[in-house]
């Protein structure tokens, strides 16, 4: 009986954990971005990390900068009638983007991690960090 009970207690809390559309946005592995971008898929790429992490350590090409400190009050820059793409170095910060954007009525979320993507040796752009 007391494992049954635990096994209960357990499923609840995974299932009240659950973002409110019923299951976390998709990460897309750095193959199914690359194959995005060469596709010329129609998507708002979304990179949260801070100006410095880009250029450090590189971003796509059409990327657009809002770090996750700021995306609550920039959240309005962001388009509705797209698929979005969140990213940051290792997915962490991209899936808490995506709670926010969820939270606003965005639908069409995946996430990636550049770290993963960069591994790949895929190309990627440096911007200047203002």
């Known amino acids: 009986m007391k494992l049954l009970l635990l096994f209960v207690t357990i499923a609840a ?18 193959e199914e971005l690359k194959q995005m ?12 990390r801070e100006p410095r992490e880009l ?30 793409v969140s990213a940051c170095a290792r997915g962490v910060r991209a ?5 926010i954007l969820e939270k606003h ?9 550049m770290e993963e993507y960069k591994a790949k040796g895929y190309d990627l752009v440096y911007p200047k960090a203002k």
């Open 13 to 30: 809390a995974f299932t009240f954990a659950q973002p409110a559309g019923g299951s976390a946005p998709k990460k897309l592995t750095p």
């Open 95 to 99: 899936a808490k983007a995506a709670v």
């Open 55 to 84: 250029e450090e350590r590189g971003t796509i090409q059409g990327h657009v900068n809002i770090p996750l400190s700021q995306l609550e009050a920039r959240v309005n820059e962001i388009p509705k009638d797209v698929a979005i």
């Open 105 to 113: 009525g965005y639908t069409q979320i995946t996430l990636c991690a």
């Open 37 to 48: 971008i060469d596709a010329k898929q129609k998507f708002f790429f979304l990179d949260v």
